[in-house]
């Protein structure tokens, strides 16, 4: 399975940005996908997922960043977008995917992205 990021960026705050994550590789069910990020020293933190059930999934959000940011995903393309508006200094991460990939969803397991820069500075 492969998980590839793109669409990060410098940008200054106030901009947005447009994520996105394709992951292939795999004729395994794809349960769900999120956005992670970290920073240096941090650990990885949930920013948004989503569940690939269903006719638009089910999206949940840190409080960091809800109605800042807006997860959707292309089940047909294996894609999760990841929307960030309005952003801040403080959303400077390295941002990773991640797909849970697998026949159940007892048995799937979890595959992450190399990840993808974001960087909100003036």
């Known amino acids: 399975v492969q998980v590839v990021e793109s669409g990060g960026g410098l940008v200054h705050p106030g901009d947005s940005l447009r994520l996105s994550c394709v992951i292939s590789?795999?004729?395994?069910?794809?349960?769900?996908m999120g956005w992670y990020r970290q920073t240096p020293g941090s650990e990885r933190e949930l920013v948004a997922t989503?569940?690939?059930?269903?006719?638009?999934?089910?999206?949940t959000y840190a409080d960091s960043v809800r109605g800042r940011f807006t997860i959707s995903r292309d089940s047909a393309a294996n894609t999760v977008n990841l929307q960030m508006n309005d952003l801040r200094p403080e959303d400077s991460a390295v941002y990773y995917c991640?797909?849970?990939?697998?026949?159940?969803?007892?048995?799937?397991?979890?595959?992450w992205g190399q990840g993808t820069q974001v960087t909100i500075s003036s």
């Open positions: 590789g795999s004729s395994l069910n794809i349960f769900s």
């Open positions: 991640k797909a849970r990939v697998g026949v159940t969803t007892l048995t799937a397991r979890a595959y």
């Open positions: 989503i569940t690939n059930s269903g006719r638009s999934g089910t999206a």
